[in-house]
């Protein structure tokens, strides 16, 4: 029989966040997809073959400048090289730089180390509102 392990995962950012106990007891020949919200999560996961992460929670940026990426990119440069008193100004910056670490997973396909992640943009916005980021769901077909 042909066997597909699928795990899924705590959200990143909880307590309960701990995919050593069930990826460490993983049978290494079969294939691993796993189900993990936060896209951050591919950091941590390179310890182990994952061969297909699938998570969401950026919704793509919601609001993305075509050429740049999306805003929330732009929030955190800007909160990295600017002084606090300027950036602070912004409305929902702060807000915004705490959604994922790694904006540049924010929609797509990408390799992390040795595994692969697919980050869905999905269907919903918080707040309302898609500005060059439309909303997508994806048909994936396992070969």
């Known amino acids: 029989t042909a066997e597909t392990a699928v795990i899924g995962l705590a959200d ?6 701990n995919p050593a106990p069930i990826m460490n ?16 999560s591919a950091e941590p996961l390179q310890k182990w073959r994952v061969d297909l992460q699938l998570s969401g929670h950026t919704h793509g940026g919601q609001i993305v400048i075509p050429g740049f990426g999306p805003v929330p990119k732009l929030f955190k440069i800007i909160q990295q ?3 606090t008193f300027l950036w602070s100004r912004i409305p929902f910056i702060h807000t915004c730089c705490r959604v994922v ?5 924010g929609q797509g396909i990408y390799q ?24 997508e769901v994806s048909i994936i077909t396992l070969v």
């Open 101 to 105: 670490n790694h904006w540049e997973w």
């Open 25 to 40: 007891q993983l049978d290494p020949k079969i294939p691993r997809i796993v189900l993990s919200h936060n896209p951050d």
């Open 12 to 17: 990143f950012w909880s307590s309960e966040f």
């Open 112 to 135: 992390i180390g040795t595994n692969q992640l697919y980050v869905n943009r999905g269907l919903g916005t918080y707040p309302p509102g898609r500005l060059f980021c439309p909303p």
């Open 81 to 83: 090289n600017f002084p």
